[in-house]
């Protein structure tokens, strides 16, 4: 029995995929017919781009929620080929809505992608966060030494405090008691000649 592994599937697909974006590029969007959904056939839209990959999704809702060029979405996602993904998708959306050679107009896109993106972000404000979150064995001795790295540079610096307050504080005594005591100033003076 002939098995295939799972690199060549990927490179397969990979392949496929962008055959298909080439396509999707060359084509000629004046020919394409567009067709208009009800309310109910948008929700359902709205419900197929939440389940696309989060790359489609936020190519979507960056074209028909911001209305950023394909060029801004390509730096905002780093990525290429936005013009031809994007067809792509359409087209996709429009196969899985059932609608054959027609696409999905630009108004039932919009009306879809901002239910969608809706959707996506509203447990944003729900996510609970971790105050001791479960780090594996390594993680946690990474974290250690970093820990005792970062306590050597800080007990260095402590030291180096510590010993210029110390020559601070014993250069004003030694200045105060030059300034009230005659003769410690006159030894002063005759040590430091000699």
Sequence with gaps: ????SKDAMKYACELSLHSELEKMYKLNMDSIMYQTLSSENVNQLARKIGLLPLEYRSILFLRYCFNSTSSEIEKVLETENVISKLRYIQKMLSSFMGLGDLWIDENSMIRACNIALTEDI??????????KPN?????RRKLKDIKIKQNH?????????RVAIFALISLLTFS???AVNVEARKRTFDW???
Aim: charged share 25%; glycine share 0%.
């Design 153 to 161: 540079n800080k007990m260095a610096i402590l030291i180096a405090k």
């Design 135 to 139: 780090y594996s064995k390594s993680f």
């Design 1 to 4: 029995m002939f098995q295939i």
């Design 176 to 178: 105060v008691v030059l």
């Design 192 to 194: 430091v000649k000699v």
């Design 122 to 131: 509203k447990d944003y404000d729900n996510i609970k966060v971790l105050h």
